[in-house]
C-alpha cells in the first residue's frame, strides 16, 4: 500500500479543515488524535470516501507516512506542543518535518527550531489565519524556520492557501520564530480592528440611538469602499443582522460584554514595548479588552461615578456624523496596521528575520482576518520604497490623515464630552497627533530627570550629554 503525502496530528475544528483542504488539493493523508474515538468520528464523518486514512498511535502513524515526512501539529500552544515533540521524536528520521500551526509564542518556536534541528529534523513555526473556514476554503498561511524546511513544504502550502490575484497568500518569512512572531502580529492588528468597529457600533447605539439594523447599512457601506471594504467589517454587519432564535431580538445586544483573550494581543503589546515600539491603538485594543471583562466592577461603578452629561448629542444626530465616524474608523485602522507594521519592522532588526514587508501584506490580502482591500495600498506602499520608515508618511495613506484627521478629532471630542469611551480612536488621535508633531513636551520630562536623577539631557543646539544643578 502507498504511504500518505501528509500527516496531521490533532483532530481540532482547525486540524480537521486543514486535513481536508490538504486532500481535495491531491495530497493523501494519514490523521493522528491523542483519543482514537474522535479518529473514528472523523474518519466515518467528514473524511469518509476521501483519501484520509487514521492511525491508533503515533508508531502507526509515522509508518504510513512517505518520507522525508511532513506533519502538521494542531494542537494546543505551550507545553502540548513540547509533549507531542517528546513523543514522536523516537520514531523520526533525519530529514523529517514537523510544523507547528497553532499561535504559538514565538520564543517557543525559536527554541524548537534550534532543539529539533540538532537532531536533523526539521522545524516550521507557521502561522495560519482565517478561522475554520478559511483552514478549509484557504487560509493565510506565515511559516517560518530554516529556508531547506520550508522549500519541502512549499508546493502543499501553495495549493492549500488562500489565492488572491497575484498568487498564494503564503510565503516565506523568515528564520526561526518568524511566522509565530508575525502571525502574532497579525492578530495584534486584528484585535485593534475589532475594537475600533465595536467603538463605532456604540457611537451609532448610545450617541444617535441608531437600530442595529441602521448600524449594519453603514457596516454595509463601508464594505463597498476602498478604504474599510474587509473581512472584519463584512462579518460585522452579519452579527449585527442575526436574530436571536429564542426571541428573534437583535442577539449581539444579548450577548455579555466582556471579551476574552488567548493571549496573541498581550504577547503584540509586550514584544512592542521591549522592542521601543509605540502601538497606542492595539494597546488600547487590549485595555479595552481587559476593562470589559471587569463587568461586576463596572455595575457598582456606574451607580457611583457619574456622567458629567455636557455632551450635546445632536452631533451624532447631525448628518455630518457618518462621515466624521467613517474618518475616525478609516483612520484608526490605518493606524493598526502602521503599528502593526513598526513591529515587525523593529522585531526584523532585532531578531534578524529579514522580513519583506510588501510579501506580508500580499499574504494578508487574502484569506486572513484582517483581509482587506487596504493591504493592496499597503503592499504598493512597501513596492515603491521598501524603506518606508512608516505607513503614515506613505503618499496616499498621508492623503488619508491630512483629510480626515479633522472628522476623527471631532469624534473623539465629542465623545468624550457625551461621557462614551473610544480608547481605540482617542488613542489614535493622540498617536497621529503625536506623529506629526516634531516638537513633544518631552524636553520637560528630560529636564524633571535630570533635576531628581541627574540622568543628563542633550540640547538642541549642541551635542553632548548635559546636567544641570537645578535646585540651589
Ligand atoms: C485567525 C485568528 C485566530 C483566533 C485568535 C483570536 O487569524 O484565524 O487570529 O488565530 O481567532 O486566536 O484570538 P483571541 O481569542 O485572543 O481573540
Not at 494542531?74 to 513540547?82: R, Y
Not at 486584528?190 to 450617541?207: F, T
Amino acid at each position: 500500500m502507498s504511504k500518505a503525502h501528509f500527516g496531521l496530528i490533532g483532530l481540532g475544528v482547525m486540524g480537521e479543515n486543514l486535513v481536508l483542504n490538504a486532500e481535495r488539493n491531491g495530497f493523501s493523508s494519514v490523521v493522528y488524535n491523542r483519543t482514537f474515538a474522535k479518529t473514528e468520528e472523523f474518519l466515518n464523518g467528514r473524511a469518509k470516501g476521501k483519501n484520509i486514512e487514521g492511525a491508533i498511535d503515533l508508531k502507526e502513524f509515522v509508518e504510513k507516512l512517505d518520507r522525508p515526512r511532513r506533519i502538521l501539529m494542531m494542537v494546543k500552544a505551550g507545553n502540548p506542543i513540547d509533549a507531542v515533540i517528546k513523543q514522536i521524536s523516537p520514531y523520526l528520521e533525519q530529514g523529517d518535518l514537523l510544523i507547528d500551526g497553532g499561535n504559538s509564542l514565538y520564543s517557543d518556536t525559536e527554541r524548537r527550531v534550534s532543539e529539533l534541528e540538532k537532531q536533523s529534523f526539521g522545524y516550521i513555526g507557521m502561522g495560519v489565519s482565517g478561522g475554520a473556514k478559511g483552514a478549509y476554503e484557504g487560509p493565510s498561511m506565515m511559516p517560518g524556520g530554516t529556508r531547506s524546511s520550508y522549500d519541502q513544504i512549499e508546493s502543499l502550502l501553495q495549493k492549500m492557501a488562500a489565492q488572491v490575484d497575484d498568487g498564494p497568500c503564503v510565503t516565506y518569512i523568515g528564520p526561526g520564530g518568524s511566522g509565530h512572531f508575525v502571525k502574532t502580529v497579525h492578530n495584534g492588528i486584528e484585535y485593534g480592528i475589532e475594537q475600533i468597529l465595536s467603538e463605532a457600533y456604540d457611537l451609532m447605539k448610545r450617541g444617535s440611538g441608531d437600530s442595529c439594523k441602521e448600524i449594519a447599512e453603514l457596516f454595509a457601506y463601508w464594505n463597498s469602499t476602498e478604504e474599510l471594504s474587509s473581512y472584519l467589517v463584512e462579518i460585522t454587519q452579519q452579527c449585527l443582522l442575526t436574530k436571536d432564535p429564542l426571541d428573534n431580538t437583535d442577539l449581539v445586544e444579548n450577548i455579555m460584554d466582556k471579551a476574552g483573550q488567548k493571549g496573541t494581543g498581550l504577547w503584540t503589546v509586550v514584544s512592542a514595548l521591549k522592542l521601543g515600539a509605540a502601538v497606542p491603538t492595539i494597546y488600547a485594543s487590549l485595555n479595552a479588552r481587559v476593562l470589559s471583562s471587569m463587568k461586576s466592577n463596572r455595575i457598582r461603578a456606574e451607580k457611583i461615578l457619574s456622567n458629567p452629561k455636557d455632551g450635546n448629542l445632536e452631533f451624532f444626530k447631525d448628518s455630518q456624523f457618518r462621515e466624521y465616524l467613517t474618518d475616525a474608523v478609516v483612520l484608526s485602522t490605518i493606524s493598526s496596521y502602521a503599528q502593526g507594521i513598526d513591529i515587525l519592522q523593529l522585531a526584523s532588526k532585532e531578531h534578524n528575520y529579514d522580513l519583506n514587508m510588501q510579501s506580508i501584506a500580499q499574504i494578508w490580502k487574502g484569506g486572513c482576518i484582517i483581509r482587506s482591500t487596504l493591504l493592496k495600498r499597503i503592499q504598493e506602499a512597501y513596492n515603491n520604497n521598501g524603506s518606508l520608515i512608516s505607513l503614515l508618511l506613505d503618499p496616499w495613506f498621508s492623503a488619508q490623515i491630512n483629510r480626515r484627521l479633522k472628522g476623527l478629532s471631532l469624534i473623539v471630542s465629542n465623545a468624550a464630552l457625551a461621557g462614551i469611551p473610544v480608547p481605540c480612536l482617542s488613542s489614535t488621535l493622540d498617536y497621529l497627533n503625536s506623529y506629526r508633531t516634531s516638537r513633544l513636551p518631552q524636553n520637560l520630562v528630560q529636564a524633571m530627570r535630570d533635576c531628581f536623577g541627574s540622568h543628563g539631557y542633550e540640547r538642541l543646539d549642541k551635542e553632548g550629554s548635559f546636567h544641570t544643578d537645578w535646585i540651589d
